[in-house]
């Protein structure tokens, strides 16, 4: 808000001498990050699709599994997988230009059984050429694929999407809910399968915009109906907390700060 770039994506283009993922974190809402024409990359910028209020039903809940360093990094690996995996050379060519389609004009109708079901495949789809680059890339851990398995099992059940995964270079789940009452349901579930720690007190595991789900059954998770007369092993202290947020607004004007702004420097 108040930042004004001279050019479509020159925000963008200046994070991306950084990292991709500085590129497409910068503004708002749902951004899309073009891929370019240009040698150089120079055109390969994010864009804002539409303002974090287009979507005011969606709720994101994330399930860090690992804050520790990742084995393998972003970068580095992408590497990899260019130089070895013909699986993400057929997904980039092939499947990821349709994808973006999809995914767009799901946004823009805000379609979340469409959104979930190419959110959840694309994120697959990824790790998958994560195993077929050599040597083979291991993001999700056996948290992971739980934290899978539980999305999956509840959709399955309802036969229609309740709620969508997405992982990227890591353990951690991004799970999406097409409203309150799903989300409510969603932490739910999460709290059920993965308890805090013994010694960890819920309010520093339950973190973020909790107030806003109103969410009264933080002390005592119901035991899921799709999992009714199934003996559930439930895995406390494997999550290291749950953050609780919304697609949110792009970058600020700050009056007050300690940067120098005609150089730039730290006052």
Known sequence: MGVQERYKGEISSIARIGSGSACRS??????????????????????QLVEETHWEDLFVI??????????????SGMQDSVNTSKLLHHRAKEIVPKVIIEMRKAILERDFATFARICCADSNQFHATCLDTSPPIFYLNDTSKKIISMVERWNKAEGTPQAAYTFDAGPNAVLFAPSKDKACELLSRLLFYFPPAADKNISSYVVGDVESLAFKDIDSPFKPPEVDGINITRFSGELDYILCTRPGGGPLVLKDHLIDSSTGLPL
């Open 26 to 47: 910068l503004y708002g809402g749902f951004v899309e990050w073009e891929m370019g024409k240009d040698d150089d990359g120079k055109d390969s910028v994010a864009i």
């Open 62 to 75: 994330i399930a860090v599994v690992s804050s520790r360093q990742k084995e393998t990094s972003s970068t």
